[in-house]
């Protein structure tokens, strides 16, 4: 049986990575709406646009293999990646979509790693055939508003 010290440490800890993550998401969404104020697709504010982060890389042979499923469009892939260090450089794929059919992929430097620019390096224009397949390929993930 633990002790009640231990259980509330516990406690703790799971609220902080519970914050953290929370944390992640607001500035995911901010920096992506500061890279993406107006959709490559519709020419409007995508404020009210969803994203989902699919795969984040570090090592440069992780980054190389993301770029080559993305531009095959192997999407049963493109969320197997998750490499993530917080003092470490990365490379993250995010996918954005609206009111509208298809959507953009952009590949870009981790928003949350304040050391880097936030630059896109890659812009993908999805069909909603080929956004239809990539939702379709990663159900669990979640879309969140910008």
């Known amino acids: 049986m633990i002790s009640a010290f231990t259980w509330f440490c516990n406690f703790l800890f799971e609220i902080c990575i519970e914050i953290l993550v929370f944390l992640k998401i607001l500035t995911t969404a901010r920096c ?47 969320n197997e990646f998750h ?16 009111p509208h059919p298809g959507g953009v992929l952009l590949i870009c430097n981790d928003l949350g790693c304040t050391t880097l620019p936030d630059e896109v390096e890659t812009e993908v224009i999805l069909t909603e055939c080929e956004l239809d397949e990539l939702k379709a390929a990663v159900p669990q993930l979640e879309w969140k508003l910008f």
């Open 32 to 78: 992506l709406g500061r890279l993406r104020p107006v959709c490559s697709i519709c020419n409007k504010s995508t404020r009210h646009h969803r994203y989902l982060t699919l795969s984040n890389a570090i090592k440069e042979s992780t980054i190389e293999e993301m770029y080559r499923i993305i531009q095959s469009r192997d999407w049963s892939r493109i």
């Open 83 to 98: 490499e993530y260090h917080p003092a470490m450089n990365s490379v993250a794929s995010y996918a954005i979509t609206g």
